[in-house]
């Protein structure tokens, strides 16, 4: 059944999108992330426009954060003070990575930087998660002690200026590194269609040392309010978000979500994370193959930046 998206201009099969959605929605319950950063190249893969599957990945991280964010409120799992200056933060990195995709997408540059950016983000990322989780489980078979610094103990990012009381998460903290990582996420995922929990939920954890009652409640509100703002400037300022492509892959993951929940019960957490970072790698390698590798058409008629054509 092939269904046409407008803002794509492309038909589609509607099991192929809820498909996709089903598979990173299992991923997601599988693994305990948002799924972003790999529903947006699965998408570019598949031939939708890179700027339309930026945009459009932000509805879906959206409506995927939410049912999280209310359970975790409903159990007080959220630092509401914390969550307002990161996502103060996150809004105005949203602004301006906004600000950059349309200058890149004016340039004729978007599809290269995406590319990139994917390329460099997933790849460090993967190889930093595969590395961790080979010593987690040479540490695990070793049976040996392992020395962690804990939440609450501070480094030097605690004698930082502008210093508040976040009493859900008992801190005395600079809001200065919570806004400025709020920034870079907001940067992040308005350039790549990412909500950046797998990147906000460690640096909350080892760098401002908040507890993990509320890490990831407060995480989730954040993805969920800095992707609103972007997925707003994205159809206000770019007209690039594909609505009934958005809720096709909402629809899948909501479903695939379910029994990756399940499934990830019957694996150690350090196995989760070797085979997140074996996908990851994955897909950073398929961006590498399509930078180096030559075309087999180079020169071809190919719709550009939604009607411009060559």
Known sequence: MQIYLPIAEISVSLFFLVGIGGAIGFLSG???VGGGFLLTPLLIFSGVPSPVAVASVTGQVVAASTSGALSYWRRGGIDLQLALFLVIGGALGATVGVWIFDLLR???QLDLAISLGYLIFLGSIGTLMLVEAVRSLI??????????????QHNWVHGLPLRMR???SKLYISVLPVMGIGFLIGIIGSLLGIGGGFILVPALVYILRVPGAV???TSLLHVLAVMA???ILHASQSQSVDILLA???MVGSVVGAQFGASAGQYLRGDQLRALLAIIVLGVAIRFALSLLLT???PFSMAVLSFGESV
Do not use: Y
């Open 215 to 217: 890490v990831i409640g």
């Open 30 to 32: 599988l693994f305990g």
């Open 139 to 152: 540490r695990s078979r070793k049976a040996g002690p392992v020395q962690r610094r804990l939440p609450g």
């Open 166 to 168: 976040f009493k859900r």
């Open 106 to 108: 004016n340039l004729g």
């Open 247 to 249: 809720f096709c892959l």
């Open 229 to 231: 703002v972007t997925c």
């Open 295 to 297: 075309p087999e058409d």
